[in-house]
């Protein structure tokens, strides 16, 4: 595996980060969440307008038509400047690509400009209150009526919901067929009368996701998605390109994660001189760099089999693992370090860096529970990445 850019990719890399640094808008809004997706919105619109808005995605459907290995270098760069999410990050990572796969023609004609604008985002209709990992024994119901669907039941866990116009929902047609093969996937419309969305809150105060309540829900059938009884596979596509996009962005995050945790340590006093002079803390810090060198190596792994098969494979569940695994640990020392400091509350005048690293402690303690657990992203890769026997 050759891991040097070639002269056209260092130039794109070039072009990236030139573009981002003379369009930085600057850190996001610390009001609430309604401003920061304003402000991801009006981000994502100028990315659109300059060209970066579903850089992969082919030129016929608004894309840049760029190659993998060009995408991930921009989703580097943005993380390593540290710029904004575009507002509409799973219609991108997601709904975009699983339309380019299995939509009809008018289907993407429909619903893949509005994607890119940030007109219409999307959210993920998968969990359910008895169904996460195993996503097949979900319960909503969709039952045909005419050239509509009715559907009943409820998602859980629904981020952006309560700002998303289309919803990928995943339900049962077929209650008779085995779990994986009775199941339907559809673009619901989330001002349908029937639906309805209730933010709930997480461990960092925040709202980000939802509960939604679906109540006989009338959904066309022109919005199923592949074949009616064939949702699995669409649902598998959606969440290998969620752990597949993650890779490179998560580089960049934990590089500039471990630089802020070196500084933090070499400026924290300890009873004997600095916490980077303390050889457990050192020890820690240099465990968590080797660990992020070895989720670099296996992101262009994942890559490399990804270009040779043209879809994301079942690699991107290491990544995703590796950066839960590292992300939690680094906000982990980051208090350790902190000491006495650390369970001053966020916000409060004397955390220090505005509490930044008690945000980061609370909110990467979801990191190995959203996109697939970490239990289960092992699973997946004992089977299908090692050959392992299968668990039943
Ligand atoms: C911040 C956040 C955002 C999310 N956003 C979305 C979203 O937008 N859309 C959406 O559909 N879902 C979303 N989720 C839900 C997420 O996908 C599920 O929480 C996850 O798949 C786990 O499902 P569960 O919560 O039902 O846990 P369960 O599946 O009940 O698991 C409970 C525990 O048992 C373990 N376990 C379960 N089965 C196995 C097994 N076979 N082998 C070993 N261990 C096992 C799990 O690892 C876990 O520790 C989000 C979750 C979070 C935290």
Redesign the pocket.
Known sequence: MDLTLSPSEQQFREEVRGWIEANHPGPEPEAGLEEVMAFRREWQQKMHAAGWAGISWPKEYGGRGATMIEQAIFVGEASRLEAPSPANV?GLAMGGPVVIAHGTDAQKQRYLEPILTAEEIW?????EPE????LASLKTRAVKDGDEWVVTGQ?V???FAQYAKWCMLVARTDPDAPKHKGLTYFLMDMELEGVEAKPLV?ITGEG??NEVFIEEARIPDENVIGEVGGGWSVAITTLMNERAGLAFGAIAQVANGLKRLGALAAETRTNGGTAAEDPVIRQRLAQLYIEAETMRLNAYRGLTKTMQSGIPGPEGSLGKWQWADINQRMAELALDIEGAYAPLARGDEHAIAGGAWQYSFLRSR?NS????????LK?IIAERVLGLPK?R
């Open positions: 799973l959210c993920q209709g998968f969990s169904s996460g990992s195993d998602k866990w629904t981020t997480q980000e996701f979801a529970i959203e996109g697939g657990t970490t239990d289960i699973n668990m």
